[in-house]
């Protein structure tokens, strides 16, 4: 069969991986998106939890923070080869080099921002489930980790606002900007008559 003329169609979009901080919204968002895509839904720390059989703050105290960030890097490598699939990463998943650099073809990177203080706010009695908070001073801290990470988050294709907006407003918004962007993309430009 021959391939019609036109500059090569961007291929579409084959798996979304969703990056921000520790309660921006990435199990509500990616769960609302991957219903609306008819895809499914795979969370990098519900999986480490699997298969160690321990929750995350266990893998934190019996093992400590290097397993968990080695599993982590290991269980998302594997995640990101699935096709068809929206997944979230842990908030600490990008700090590593490379990791928005180089996803396989096909993925959409997007980063849900939230403040340091709302993430703490969303958290809230639920904070003993995130060892990295569980400080005196939970907001500091936040805000210590968000500096640092800010500029990592931002290596994300699309960034989204995650406050104020309802879960399944954000969903509906990246399933139409990969959509949008795959038409742009894949429609030859028709030069005027
Ligand atoms: C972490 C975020 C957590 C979890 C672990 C470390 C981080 O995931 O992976 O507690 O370094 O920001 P969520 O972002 O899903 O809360």
Do not use: C
Not at 61 to 72: A, K, N, P, S
Not at 141 to 146: D, I, N, Y
């Amino acid at each position: 069969m021959s391939s019609p003329s036109g500059p090569p169609a961007q291929e579409p979009y084959r798996r979304v991986v969703l990056v921000g901080f520790m309660g921006s919204g990435k199990t509500q968002v990616g769960q609302a998106l991957a219903r609306r895509l008819g895809w499914p839904f795979r969370d990098f720390d519900r999986e480490i939890e699997g298969r160690l059989g321990l929750s995350i703050p266990e893998v934190f105290r019996q093992h400590g923070e290097e397993l968990f960030r080695e599993m982590e890097g290991q269980i998302g490598s594997e995640l990101l080869r699935q096709e068809q699939v929206v997944l979230a990463s842990g908030g600490g998943w990008p700090v590593a080099t490379g990791r928005l650099e180089d996803l396989p073809s096909g993925t959409l990177s997007v980063w849900l921002r939230v403040s340091a203080e709302e993430a703490v706010r969303r958290i809230g009695s639920e904070g003993s489930s995130r060892p990295l908070l569980a400080v005196s001073d939970p907001v500091a801290r936040a805000r210590e980790l968000l500096g640092n990470r800010t500029a990592l988050y931002a290596k994300a294709r699309l960034a989204v606002d995650s406050e104020g907006v309802m879960p399944e407003d954000l969903a509906r918004h990246i399933e139409d900007f990969m959509h949008s962007e795959g038409r742009e993309a894949a429609s030859p430009s028709i030069p005027d008559a």
